[in-house]
């Protein structure tokens, strides 16, 4: 059986069953949904909207100040992808990431570790931060993405791992951990550890997707 719905002036939006149609029930959801929303369903029939978009935010050149901050990330978010393009600082600070909530970015509680490769392997436990790249210099140039997945909603606690290499030297960073916030993620800051250095190339940009 088709069901077909007539446009007001011309054209028609027609949904067909399929030709064996056994007995099935599709339970449409109450409202509109919000942008970005697809149908859901929970496998009995009843359709929801649930968020499915994943979404790419606007570069950000990372060519001054002490931090570059992403804000406004949707409290659906379940993961978030900041990626690095020949970032490089003035400094020796760490360069790190930070997650915040309503509350403003959060400074301890990070616990993991980064661990440098090259010719002699070092590696460092988190604080402050999530520590990106763990042989910082001035002349470091930056390259890569870290990944923070939701891994507990009641606690928001997060998980995150990264990879970012250097294209001054053969090296790369290899880092892991996790970070409970006291609310939801809704932004992230990547930051050195000194609050002093300023970025002076490159650029910077997130991905978050439900």
Request: glycine fraction near 16%.
């Amino acid at each position: 059986m088709t069901l077909r719905l007539n446009g007001a002036t011309s054209g028609y939006t027609e949904i067909d069953a399929p030709a064996v149609a056994g007995s099935n029930t599709l339970v449409l959801p109450g409202g509109n949904g919000s942008d970005g929303n697809i149908l859901g369903t929970d496998g009995a029939g009843n359709l929801s909207w649930v968020n499915g978009r994943m979404v790419l935010g606007t570069s950000q050149a990372s060519t001054s100040g002490t931090s570059i901050d992403f804000t406004g990330i949707p409290s659906w978010v379940k993961r978030v992808t900041v990626m690095f393009n020949g970032v490089s600082t003035n400094g020796t600070g760490k360069v790190s990431l930070q997650l915040g909530d309503s509350g403003g970015f959060e400074t301890s509680g990070y616990l993991g570790t980064a661990v440098f490769a090259d010719a002699n392997q070092t590696g460092t436990n988190f604080g402050f931060g999530f520590i990106l790249e763990e042989g910082a210099n001035a002349a470091a140039i930056r390259h890569g993405m870290v990944v923070i997945n939701l891994i507990n909603a009641a606690t928001n606690t997060w998980s995150y791992s990264g990879n970012v290499a250097r294209s001054d030297q053969a090296a790369i960073t290899v880092s892991a951990g996790s970070k409970a916030l006291s609310a939801t993620l809704d932004r992230v800051r990547v930051t050195t550890s000194n609050g002093t250095d300023t970025f002076d190339a490159g650029s910077i940009n997130i991905l978050y997707e439900g």
